[in-house]
């Protein structure tokens, strides 16, 4: 697996960045999210789509596919295009926003899809609600989702699910959106395709002396001080200020965050030739701010204690099994924090199971091609997959 080479987190200057770091960082990442906004997908109008933009950055997709990354797009515009279609204006109605949704999703994704099919690329619709990437066990479910679209060679396209959403539970912003998807899936880089090209200390639209900052090592007051000074029009409701939240919440799980400008055509093949942009860093990896996340946040929900095999399969960073399990204990869902003891009961790892304790108690000390036989139906041959399991000093 190709690994890119970080952003140096002991600058504290974020004018200090060398140019060309967006592009390497483009060019070194495997994961990548990729988040579309109303203002760049809809016409000014607010009555087509830009069928030539979305072509374009079809073509942008699938060059980058050939390089072995693998990308996932959230998109907005269903809401846009389906007041149109309703003959809605711009209303704060809550059930006209949801119809609108409703209505314009289909049209969406019938543009994703045509723009792809040049490339042979199929468009796989996933809409996600608040508690989608809030509660573990709809959590898994997504990721799950989402891993087998990326096997089998689709583009993700995620939206958030409108229809359903309320003001009281909802992302409100693609930005956000797109940041949470970024931790669930452990993606390394997420690109806001914006109305501008990154962070201004002013907005450069009513201020000619805005300086552009290239790089930001940390989201701090003064940095949302900047995204609050900056303005973006059209038919969205996002702006630098969401943006910035969102690359916090990126940084925070080990994802590097760049803000740039999507209005032109082929928006990532300037990005890979230098256009200006803004990075702001990633503190770690995804996979250690996934550990981490595992290890000093989550609180077990029950307790498997396994066998010295399975103690050492784990000590060699391999899956725990269901043939290590001695015993069970508590009540807990699929997708729960558990803690793994070993026979003296000393806890030696956490992880995030994959089956509810009734059916680890039906499946303990069963070898993995036996699961289905008990169960009455194919599961996953892990309890806790390796990727999902930190080690306790």
């Known amino acids: ?11 504290n200057d974020y004018r200090s960045a060398a140019a060309g770091d967006a592009a390497r960082l483009l060019h070194g990442a495997r994961r990548i999210v ?22 374009g950055l079809c073509a942008d997709i699938a060059v980058l596919r050939t390089r072995g990354k693998q990308l996932v797009l959230v998109s907005s515009g269903a809401v846009a295009l389906g007041r149109l279609r309703l003959g809605f204006g711009r209303t704060a109605r809550l059930d006209h926003k949801q119809a609108a949704a409703a209505a314009g999703q289909a049209l969406l994704m019938q543009a ?4 792809l099919a040049p490339h042979g690329i199929p468009a796989a619709q996933l809409l996600l609600t608040f508690g989608d990437t809030e509660r573990r066990r709809r959590w898994l479910n997504a990721r799950a989702t989402v891993e087998v679209l990326l096997d089998r060679g689709a583009l993700p396209v995620i939206n958030e699910n409108d229809s359903v959403a309320t003001d009281e539970l909802r992302y409100g912003d693609n930005d956000r959106l797109s940041a949470r998807v970024a931790q669930m899936i452990r993606g390394d880089l997420l690109v806001l395709l914006s109305d501008v090209d990154g962070l201004y200390t002013a907005d450069p639209a009513r201020d000619p002396t805005a300086t552009h900052i290239p790089f930001v090592a940390e989201v701090t007051v003064e940095i949302d001080r900047f995204a609050g000074a900056a303005a973006e029009g059209g038919v969205g409701s996002g702006g630098m200020a969401t943006k910035v939240a969102a690359a916090r919440i990126a940084s925070g799980a080990g994802c590097t965050t760049i803000i740039t400008s999507g ?8 990005l890979a030739e230098g256009a200006p942009a803004t990075v702001v860093a990633a503190r770690g990896t995804p996979a250690r701010a996934y550990k981490q996340w595992i290890a000093g946040t989550l ?6 204690v396994i066998d010295a095999g399975a103690a050492a399969a784990l000590a060699a960073h391999k899956s725990l099994l269901p043939a290590g399990i001695v015993r069970v204990e508590g009540e807990f869902e699929r997708g729960s924090c558990l803690s793994v003891r070993n026979g003296s009961g000393r806890e030696i790892a ?6 509810s304790a009734e059916e680890t108690r039906v499946i303990a000390g069963c070898a993995s091609q036996g699961i289905e036989a008990r169960l009455g139906y194919r599961g996953p041959d892990e309890l806790i997959h390796r990727d999902d399991l930190v080690m306790v000093a």
Do not use: F, Q, T
């Open 1 to 11: 697996m190709e690994r890119r080479r970080p952003i140096d987190d002991s600058a």
């Open 34 to 55: 990729l988040k579309v906004g109303s203002s760049l997908v809809i016409a000014p109008s607010g009555e087509r789509v830009r069928r030539d933009w979305l072509a």
């Open 112 to 115: 994703w899809d045509e723009a």
């Open 263 to 270: 209005r032109e055509s082929h928006p990532l093949r300037r």
């Open 299 to 304: 609180v077990p929900a029950g307790v498997l």
């Open 350 to 355: 956490r992880g995030i199971g994959r089956y």
